[in-house]
Structure formats: structure tokens, C-alpha cells
């Protein structure tokens, strides 16, 4: 009997993996069409199976919702697919609903709303919620001001191995911010954003050696960070920062060939300095520029959001 009762437990564990196959299966169709930009395909490939309750299919459909890609732009739909999502227990959904009240359209003004869903989030170990919440406390978004509170949450995140809440919490202390400034204690979490690929981290780093500020004093140590980053081609900072170099011969020889280079990256990525080398200038973008925390914010959470979500 016993031996019978394990056999029909077996059979049941089995019937119920294999009946997980079919919605992998169709969210990996969909995220695949997604990737080709083929965004019909991809909203037909997951919409039966976010019917039936798969989450990554449900944020799936939201970010679709969300950015008008295949479908009309609908953020009430975008919502509401994020809420059966985090409904089912998808910290990811409502980190993104969080995201979502903050900054899409519709937004409530105060923050409030936001707030309550990425502490939901943060509450549950999502490392880009306390990231998060750290800027609405060290702003008064959504809650009072509170430095205290703030530098909490980016250590918290920076605890949890989040590499943009690592390099906030460095520029923080390389900056006195929320706390006494302390350049060792910056180079110690810079640090191990950089070892994570942060762009920003390795960038600051590079002009800590190049300063000696906290850690040796090394402009070949400069240069290999500034390099890593530069080299990703996101980061303005990181190319201006190798144009500077090449230019003034620090550590290596003059080379105007290689500063042109460098600054014609960043300064067509709208870098200010790196246009003010070249003598150029820049048409205004139409769109007015985001507060310096709101880009920080962006900046810290890239790595955060589903790549549907982008």
C-alpha cells in the first residue's frame, strides 16, 4: 500500500512539471518574437497563458500595454495586468507597478502610490525597490525627507549585491552625502559594483587612483578603469575621462588622435565637456532634462527592469 501511495505521489509530481512546459514554451516564443521586435507575435504567443495565470507572461502583456508595442498603448491594461501579476506573488510586478505610478503616464504626483508598492517589493528582497526607496527618502518622494532612511535603503540594497545600489551608496560616501565622507569605505563598495560590470563604479574609481583619493595613487590603474567602462560605450563620464587623459599625457604619452576619439564619443552621447573640447554645440533636445537624481536613479536601476520593459 505504502509503495502504491509513492508511486501516485511520483505520477503526480510528474503530471504536474510537465503541464509547466507548454507556458515556458510559450513565453520563450514570445520573448524570442519580442527580441525580433515582432510585437504582435509576441502579444498572441503569451496572451492565453496570461489568461491563465502565468506571471512572466502577465508582465509580458503589461510591458507591451505599457510602451504601445504591437497593441494600442493602454497604461490602465499595462496596470491591471501588473496587478494579477503581483496578485500571484510576482515581486517583479510590483516593483515594475511601483515604476510604473512613479514615472508613466498618469503618475500620481506625491509619489504615494509608488511608495506603497515598491515597499511591498522591498519587503519581499528586491534589491531595485530599496535602491528605490532610498531616492524617494533622500528626496521626499512619497514620504517624508529622511537622510537616515535613505542611506538604510541603499545599504540594504547594497547588502543584497545590487550593483547600482553599490554605486550609490560609494558616491555617497565619496561625496559626504547622507553620511561623513569616507573614500575608503567608497572604494570598498565601488569596488564591488565594478567587479559586477557597473559602468559608473568602475568610472568613479578611475578617478580615485587618478587622484589618489582613498586608494593608490595610479593613473595606470585610472586608465584600466576608465578604459573597461569607456569601452562599453554607454558611459559619457568613462570617455570624457580617457579624452582628459590622452590629452594632458597623464601616465601615458600626448595623444591627440586618441582624446579626438574619445571625446567625439562622449560628446555624441551629449556629454557637455567633451562638446566644449570639441567646439561643438549641440541642438537642445525638445524633451527638458531630468533632474540630476531622477538620471542618477535611471542609471542605478538599469539592470533592474525586464528587457520588454525598455
Known amino acids: 500500500m505504502e509503495n ?38 509576441a502579444f498572441n504567443a503569451c496572451v492565453k497563458d496570461a489568461m491563465a495565470g502565468e506571471t512572466r ?18 497604461g490602465e491594461k499595462a496596470a491591471a495586468w501588473l496587478r494579477k501579476a503581483a496578485a500571484q506573488g510576482s515581486v517583479t510586478a510590483e516593483f515594475l507597478m511601483g515604476d510604473m505610478l512613479f514615472t508613466g503616464a498618469g503618475a500620481d504626483e506625491d509619489g504615494r ?52 545600489g553599490q554605486w550609490i551608496l560609494g558616491r555617497r560616501y565619496y561625496k559626504g552625502r547622507l ?15 565594478a567587479d559586477q560590470g557597473h559602468a559608473g563604479a568602475q568610472t568613479l574609481l578611475g578617478l580615485m587612483h587618478e587622484k589618489g583619493r ?7 590603474k585610472a586608465i584600466g578603469y576608465y578604459t573597461i567602462a569607456a569601452e562599453k560605450g554607454l558611459y559619457a563620464e568613462a570617455q570624457f575621462s580617457l579624452g582628459r587623459i590622452y590629452e594632458g599625457g597623464k601616465g601615458v604619452e600626448v595623444d591627440h588622435e586618441q582624446a579626438l576619439k574619445w571625446f567625439r564619443k562622449a ?31 535611471r542609471e542605478a536601476l538599469e539592470a533592474d527592469f525586464p528587457k520588454e520593459w525598455k
Do not use: T
Not at 180 to 192: E, M, N, P, S
Not at 274 to 292: N, R, T, Y
Open 113 to 164: 502610490k509608488a511608495e506603497e508598492w515598491l515597499r511591498k517589493a522591498a519587503d519581499r528582497g528586491h534589491a531595485g525597490a530599496w535602491v528605490y526607496l532610498g531616492f524617494f527618502h533622500e528626496n521626499g518622494i512619497g514620504v517624508n525627507k529622511d537622510g537616515k532612511k535613505a542611506l538604510a535603503s541603499f545599504i540594504k540594497a547594497a547588502e543584497l549585491g545590487h550593483a547600482g
Open 267 to 297: 560628446a555624441d552621447q551629449g556629454h557637455a565637456g567633451a562638446q566644449h573640447e570639441l567646439g561643438v554645440i549641440h541642438e537642445a533636445s525638445a524633451e527638458p532634462a531630468l533632474p540630476a537624481w531622477r538620471q542618477e536613479l
Open 179 to 193: 553620511a561623513a565622507k569616507d573614500y575608503k569605505a567608497a572604494a570598498a563598495w565601488l569596488r564591488k559594483a
Open 57 to 74: 507572461c502577465q508582465v509580458m502583456l503589461a510591458a507591451l500595454y505599457n510602451k504601445g508595442s504591437g497593441v494600442d498603448k493602454d
Open 214 to 220: 582613498g586608494v593608490e595613487d595610479s593613473y595606470e
Open 4 to 41: 502504491l501511495q509513492m508511486v501516485v505521489r511520483g505520477i503526480f509530481a510528474f503530471l504536474v512539471l510537465i503541464s509547466a512546459f507548454p507556458a515556458l514554451a510559450d513565453y520563450e516564443r514570445a520573448e524570442g518574437s519580442h527580441d525580433r521586435q515582432q510585437f504582435k507575435e
